[in-house]
């Protein structure tokens, strides 16, 4: 009992010192913040609902509010993938092309869209990417740097060609590139085998639903099931 006793108090006061290391910083912004990405060295990048997107360079001391990307005023910005201080992309999710992929590449002062969702039923939820020198048969010339990346979407009815006759609902699974150091960008959009239960989704929240395996190409997916029952109504 004391020594498990010990145990605890040693565990309470880790989590009092870890607490005392957070401090309250002010975002500048209105809106709800859902996407947020550490690059180190002090860069961080956050997004948001109405198209928000912001930048810190001094660990959160001053964030910059960056430029609305064009079209993006209502958009909810729930994924950010940051690679430095000058690049970035960010997802928004929505129904159909409400959900799309912007990148940055000079500190977020003009933006590109790259992609949209091409499922008018579809709904991304995350994406994860990470920057790599092209090679051969990339969307840019060899030594050429370009974001590779991966999207993960809610199910729905995704047909490899028209004579397709799949009718089942499976999860969107998509691979991109974006140049960096060029102009040319590629969706990759693909049939998934992935079938997904009834009422199964993941949720599109904080762009924490899907995960890569370093080195290699496997991703994790987390996915959830609703549950409509009907519940007594409890007395005052």
């Known amino acids: 009992m004391r020594r498990h006793g010990w145990w605890l108090a040693f565990v309470l006061a880790a989590c009092g010192a870890a607490q005392a290391q957070w401090e309250m910083e002010s975002s ?22 109405n198209g928000t997107v912001l930048r810190t360079e001094d660990g959160g001391y001053l964030w910059q ?25 960010v997802m928004s999710s929505g129904k159909g092309d409400l959900s799309r992929l912007y990148k940055t590449t000079d500190g977020c002062h003009t933006w590109k869209l790259v992609f949209t969702n091409p499922y008018p039923e579809g709904f991304w939820d995350a994406v994860v990417a990470r920057v790599v020198a092209a090679e051969s048969g990339d969307v840019c010339d060899g030594g050429s740097k370009v974001i590779l990346g991966t999207i993960l979407g ?17 999860f969107y699974l998509a691979n991109f590139e974006a140049g960096i150091t060029c102009s040319k960008d590629e969706l990759r959009p693909s049939a998934s085998s992935i079938f997904a239960l009834p009422a199964e989704a993941p949720f599109a929240a904080s762009n924490s639903v899907l995960a890569r395996l370093d080195p290699t190409s496997t991703y994790w997916m987390a996915v959830g099931t609703r549950l409509e029952r009907n519940y007594p109504i409890m007395p005052p």
């Open 65 to 89: 509010a960056c430029a609305i990307p064009p079209g993006a005023e209502h958009l909810d910005f729930r994924g950010v993938q940051a690679f430095d201080a000058n690049t970035a992309i």
């Open 28 to 49: 500048g912004t209105t809106a709800d913040l859902r996407g947020i990405d550490n690059v180190g060295g002090g860069v961080a990048w956050a997004s948001g609902t």
């Open 154 to 170: 809610d199910p729905a009815v995704h047909k490899s060609n028209q004579w397709d006759t799949t009718t089942k609902l499976s």
